[in-house]
């Protein structure tokens, strides 16, 4: 017998290639959106925080079959009660149950909507600091020996640094966690949760999504 997956829809590209063929408007935002998108100083990091929003409701679009209109995304923060950051919360008429997660990273952007929980990481493997500085604070004894050993070091780090912020972004670990949070031994689940990660060179990236099985 063979597994049922559930429906997902992903994507990753470049801020540029969206703005080339979205033909979503930033009307869409909502107004805590609009709010931390005027906060960028860097108007290419706020075009990527834009694109990155709009794609995350296309995704969830063409999960269910709807106009991108039809998709209102919120964020609230279980901790603060602030609306502008948090996990997200996906409202589209007659359709509950669906989920979505999105990321940016030096323009570059990615998506993922599911009909279950699901966390999407994207980061640019050509930018950022280095592999040696953040490596001590970050991974555990057994991934630090991967990276060591790898062919890349760097595209290494970022398949365990993706991995656990996608687990970040359902709630399963936390940002202070990753030191502890050891995936060397099991790096295809953590918990309940399934792991995968991919190195997209034609775009310049690492990037993880972390599931429920099956999706």
Do not use: Y
């Not at 009307?27 to 794609?55: G, K, N, T, V, W």
Request: hydrophobic share 40%; with cysteine; net charge negative.
């Amino acid at each position: 017998m063979t597994a049922q997956t559930t429906p997902r829809v992903q994507r990753v590209l470049t801020t540029a290639e969206w703005m080339r063929r979205s033909a979503s408007s930033p009307d869409l935002l909502s107004d805590p959106e609009r709010l931390r998108a005027q906060r960028f100083r860097r108007e290419d990091d706020r075009l990527d925080f834009i694109a990155a929003h709009l794609l995350a409701r296309e995704v969830v679009a063409e999960l269910l079959g709807v106009a991108s209109g039809e998709v209102r995304l919120a964020q609230s923060c279980p901790d603060c009660g602030a609306d502008d950051h948090g996990a997200p919360h996906v409202s589209v008429p007659g359709r509950p149950g669906v989920f979505t997660s999105w990321s940016h990273s030096a323009g570059r952007i990615g998506a993922v909507a599911a009909l279950s929980p699901v966390g999407f990481d994207v980061e640019r493997v050509t930018s950022g600091r280095s592999v040696t500085d953040a490596a001590v604070h970050v991974l555990s004894p057994g991934e630090s020996a991967q990276v060591r050993d790898a062919a890349d070091p760097r595209v290494a780090f970022l398949h365990w640094w993706t991995r656990k912020e996608a687990l970040v972004k359902v709630g399963a670990i936390e940002l202070d966690d990753f030191g502890a949070t050891d995936l060397s031994g099991h790096p295809q689940r953590w918990g309940s949760w399934a792991l995968s990660s991919w190195h997209d060179r034609g775009n310049d990236v690492v990037a993880a999504v972390a599931a429920t099985p099956g999706s």
